[in-house]
């Protein structure tokens, strides 16, 4: 059995196609095409499996990439843009390597990787979620099996950016609340990405308004010739995908899916997902239109977005245990218009405009004391949405020098509504409808100064109309190749985040003058300095050692005036104690930590990841006290193996099936709370908290075990794929949280998700 192997070659600067680039594929025996004109190439008949793939010409940087799959009901579309060699004809010498931990975006210097689909779809214990993928590299925490939320060496989830083709987005998530950077369950299918980059410190200064991690996440292309359809049904949910030509002549093409849910199936089993009988409800869709023109360059559309419900009746989730009944739904939807063109030979320009809408409402009943019945205590609906113009130049000034540049405007809305009919807690004096504006630029450079020594160096500014502040941040970084397989590179990074619109947003009463006052409106942008210094050593052409140590001063960390010990760096995900508080931008924090990673990349049927984290992270308060931050869980160890086989019937028959497993081991430090006083709560008849302790403590070390299991079947032209994960397979009780309890005079100790098994089948035509 046989399929195709096709694409487009570019520039990856100017995006001007490549003419000539030689493509050999190797699979059984080898197989060779030439890119045209145009740039695009054809390669038919290979046979399906596993394939490697090599483009090469002179006078570029050779790409090879190896191990993809190549299935019989899909063809394969492989875009890949080649940049020059700096080395001269004499000299040159091809390796056929590329370091997948090296970011799709060449100007990244440390702390950055790419990531591939076939990763997200391996790994156990992703559900075929990025973030959670994410979860297992060096320096990025559990701390929550409901949530996929991002904890990047100890830094808040909030500090991290989510970008889709170049341009930022709200948090794709669902049952999130729009102003964080996680949630229960990623909107993101990844059978409609394509290679994507995640950043853990220092990243280059194209990334604004983020001070802990970046997401850039890119969707993949339709088949520009024929036709295919993606259909797969499991416990959780039903799929379908589609995917064709719009315009054979120009290659247009489309791609879209659609997911629906029906998790009811696993609670009739008896699992559960942390949220009692309640059920978590979703949809989602992804879809792309690509258009390449001859002349007058290339037009994409893209959008994503979904929705979801849960509700919670008679306080039987451990997760909102400040309401008796609670019925909650968020929506996310991104649209955007995206252009692009060559300037000449060197230059190419891309202009993308962009809107983003995240949306979250709640209904909350409580128990009335006196009558003992459910009134309405509260209700509020929390929308944010902005739109984005951004203009990105790239000029390659020579065969050595780059030079990348922006400037981004966007229009910042929000509405956020709220009614307390209880006069407790959530949320308070917020109430406000409105929008400003936002500027951000960026210029950065790349000099390759040897084929082992590249220099990347930038500036980064934006400005902020609603209470005028701005900044200015430098990024800088080089990596040297000193010896054939060993790397040193180190990276420098000023880098800046607004704070929340809801929190500028809360507002007093002043009877005096009868008017309301803004008391956290002049709050400054946090700040971090980020040092990184890393190593890396090739110790065979799929096996990789990689280390670093960092360093992060964080300042301008808003912290509550009257209660210090409550700092924005503290926050998680669907945290709404933030609301209502009366800030000051007057704490600092460092996080400090060594980081190891172990990795070997499918070859010759399997794989491993093994990565260790040892770290410290701490803010410093008004009281002039130094605690530690919730999410300083001190070390974070992953350990991943898995196999992949191929069987054949026959010879020159084709793949017939393919079986594959992993297993993985996650051990974390368990994350920091407050401790309650029980007798002071007693007499109180609520909880009550010693302050002076907090985040002194820690909850017991978390350790989980996932281990998935798949086999692929091919057809002629259809493929079938089965699969089985089982998240936490040992069962074990992971506590969530310490929670005093009124009724019982006494703590209750909430846990996470137990053993969880999903199942999926996947056909491919």
């Known amino acids: 059995m046989v399929q195709t192997v096709k694409g487009r070659v570019v520039d990856d600067i100017s995006g001007q196609p490549l003419v000539g680039v030689g493509v050999v594929v190797n699979n059984s025996g080898y197989l060779s095409g030439y890119s045209d004109i145009e740039g695009y190439y054809q390669i038919k008949n290979v046979p399906v499996g596993k394939i490697s793939i090599l483009f090469s010409s002179i006078g570029m940087e050779t790409v090879y990439m190896e191990n993809i799959s190549l299935n019989t009901g899909k063809e394969l579309v492989m875009n890949v843009k080649m940049r020059e060699d700096v080395m001269t004809v004499d000299e040159l010498v091809i390796t056929a ?241 995206q252009y692009e063109k060559g300037l000449g030979v060197n230059q190419s320009l891309k202009v993308s405009f962009a809107t983003s809408y995240s949306s979250f409402a709640a209904l909350m009943d409580s128990m009335n004391v006196e009558t003992k019945l459910k009134d309405r205590s509260q209700d509020a609906m929390l929308t944010r949405e902005f739109q984005t113009l951004q203009v990105v130049h790239n000029a390659k000034l020579a065969s050595r020098l780059s030079l990348r540049s922006g400037l981004t405007a966007k229009r910042l809305g929000y509405r956020f509504l709220s009614n307390d009919y209880s006069k407790t807690t959530y949320p308070k004096d917020v109430n406000e409808i409105g929008h400003t504006f936002q500027l951000q630029g960026f210029s950065e450079v790349s000099y390759r100064a040897t084929h082992n020594l590249t220099i990347d160096a930038g500036v980064n500014a934006q400005f902020l109309f609603l209470n005028k502040t701005w900044n200015v941040d430098p990024r800088f970084g080089i990596s040297w190749k000193f010896l054939d397989k060993q790397e040193l590179s180190f990276g420098y990074g000023l880098h800046s985040q607004y704070q929340g619109l809801e929190i500028y947003m809360t507002k007093l009463f002043s009877q005096a003058v009868d008017s309301k006052i803004y008391p956290n409106r002049y709050l400054d942008m946090t700040r971090a300095h980020h040092v990184v210094l890393g190593y890396q050593l090739r110790l065979s052409p799929s096996t990789r050692l990689k280390a670093e140590a960092y360093y992060q001063y964080l300042y301008n960390i808003p912290v509550d005036l009257y209660e210090p010990y409550y700092s924005v760096l503290n926050l998680g995900g669907m945290d709404f104690d933030k609301y209502g508080r009366v800030y000051v931008s007057d704490a600092t924090g460092y996080n400090y930590g060594l980081e190891v990673t172990l990795e070997r990349f499918l070859s010759e049927g399997w794989y491993y990841m093994v990565t260790g984290s040892v770290f410290e992270s701490k803010f410093r308060s008004l009281d002039n006290i130094l605690r530690s931050t919730r999410y300083n869980s001190n070390y974070i160890l992953n350990g991943l193996i898995g196999k992949e086989f191929e069987i054949r019937k026959g010879k020159n028959t084709g793949v017939l099936w393919s079986l594959g497993g992993d297993i993985k081991y996650t051990v974390a430090g368990g994350q920091r709370y407050i401790p309650v006083d029980i007798e002071a709560s007693k007499a109180a008849q609520s909880a009550v908290y010693i302050f002076e302790e907090a985040y002194d403590h820690r909850l017991p070390y978390y350790m989980r075990g996932d281990i998935k299991v798949w086999a692929k079947i091919q057809q002629v032209k259809i493929t079938h794929e089965i699969g089985v994960e089982v998240r936490n397979f040992t069962n074990r009780k992971n506590v969530y949280s310490y929670e005093y309890n009124a009724k019982l005079e006494d703590m209750k100790t909430s846990y996470q998700t137990g053993l969880l098994p999903l199942g999926y089948y996947r056909i491919t035509f």
């Open 97 to 337: 390597e590329r370091d997948k931990l090296r970011p799709v975006n060449e100007m990244a210097t440390v702390s950055a990787r790419t990531f591939s689909v076939a990763d997200a779809e391996r790994y156990a214990g992703a559900m075929n979620d990025i973030s959670r993928m994410a979860q297992n590299f060096a320096g990025v925490g559990t701390p929550d099996d409901s949530s996929n939320d991002i904890v990047v060496r100890g830094n808040s989830p909030f500090g991290l950016l989510w970008r889709m083709e170049g341009v930022d987005i709200y948090n794709p998530n669902h049952f999130a609340d729009g102003g964080a950077t996680g949630g229960a369950i990623s909107m993101l299918n990844v059978n409609t990405l394509s290679n994507s980059d995640f950043y853990t410190s220092a990243f280059p200064a194209e990334y604004a308004n983020a001070y802990s991690g970046v997401f850039d996440i890119h969707l993949r292309e339709g088949n520009y010739d024929i036709h295919e359809f993606t259909g797969q049904i499991g416990i959780n949910g039903l799929e379908f995908g589609v995917e064709g030509p719009l315009s054979k002549k120009w290659r247009a093409s489309y791609m879209g899916s659609y997911r629906y849910s029906f998790l009811d199936a696993l609670q009739y089993m008896g699992f559960d997902f942390g949220t009692g009988s309640a059920v978590p409800r979703y949809q989602d869709w992804t879809a792309k239109i690509h258009v390449p023109t001859p002349k007058s360059g290339t037009f994409s559309f893209f959008t994503l977005g979904g929705f979801g419900k849960v509700s919670i009746t008679d306080g039987e989730s451990d997760f909102y245990t400040y309401a008796d009944d609670i019925s909650s739904t968020s929506e996310m939807l991104l649209a955007g218009l």
